[in-house]
């Protein structure tokens, strides 16, 4: 397999540019006392969508210096937002730059490693009240797999995902899936595009988020009901390059998956070393309350 630093960094870049809705980023402590800047500026882009950028930076670099990031992103630290102020006087930012990384965690529930996706940033600054939103995004990766959607019922949509292995700083992989709906894309893609290739890929960010509401009928009284949030994210493809030989770039996949596979099992083994600690500390707190 390849040094993860003979991979060459690919192209993953995304601008989000539109009102500043909600804002949770702050300064923090970790467990060995060092500060550190985190959370997420909520941003309201074309069409209503709602885009989460994630924000994180220690304040001092491994080598003991300032870090110029910790000090530019402090200033958006009790930033005004729509939720403090109003939509009519909240700022207009974009953030450029960003790049969509994964964001996998081991689920208990299903006993595997969830692949997910964020949007992570750090340059960030305030633009006029009436700068037009932006949502958009390039990424270039080794194509993986090319799938139609089907839905619920097991019918096929029309729609299809592919996935991308998108080399990142250091060498680390990201296995981020992409939507295509629209048809002339999807002939193309299906027509021109092979696993192994080495594609380059445009398109926006889609989040939305709608209620439903759970009515439980009892034996008396009003009926409960229960609230519940359903978040649909998506990668929305709009536009793609010719497709180049992954080989000859100097991409190999196999060697891409196996670095994914061997990621993985880190998120894995981290998961089962802290559930071996909280287990033996619970035992050895349940044995101190016997004497």
Not at 132 to 151: H, L
Not at 171 to 176: F, L
């Amino acid at each position: 397999m390849a040094e993860k630093n003979t991979l060459k960094e690919m192209v993953n870049e995304a601008t989000i540019q539109g009102t500043l809705l909600n804002n949770t980023v702050a300064i923090r402590t970790d467990k060995n006392n060092r500060r550190y800047l985190s959370g997420e500026l909520e941003v309201m882009t074309e069409n209503d969508c709602t885009v989460p950028v994630s924000l994180f930076t220690y304040e001092f670099k491994t080598n003991g210096e300032k870090n110029p990031m910790f000090e530019r992103l402090s200033a958006y630290v009790d930033y005004p937002s729509a939720r403090t102020v109003g939509v009519q006087k909240a700022p207009k930012i974009v953030l450029s730059k960003a790049r969509i990384e994964n964001n996998n965690f081991y689920s208990e529930r299903d006993n595997r490693v969830v692949n997910t996706w964020r949007v992570n940033g750090s340059f960030v600054r305030t633009v006029a009240s009436d700068a037009a939103p932006i949502n958009q995004f390039q990424i270039q990766g080794i194509v993986s797999s090319i799938k139609e959607v089907v839905d619920k019922e097991g019918e096929t949509t029309g729609d299809y995902d592919i996935k991308l292995l998108n080399v990142g700083f250091g060498g680390r992989v990201n296995e981020i899936t992409l939507r295509i709906d629209d048809k002339k894309a999807a002939d193309y893609i299906n027509a021109n595009y092979e696993v192994g290739n080495l594609v380059t890929l445009y398109g926006e960010i889609f989040y939305e988020q709608k209620e439903r509401v759970v009515q439980e009928d009892t034996g008396f009284g009003e009926p409960i009901k229960t609230t519940y949030t359903n978040t649909t994210r998506l990668l929305r493809v709009t536009a793609g390059k010719e497709a180049r030989d992954g080989e000859e770039a100097g991409y190999k996949l196999k060697d891409l998956q196996t670095a994914v596979a061997q990621q993985n099992n880190n998120i894995t083994e981290r998961y089962n070393a802290k559930a071996q600690a909280t287990a033996g500390a619970s035992k050895t707190s349940g044995a101190d309350l016997l004497f």
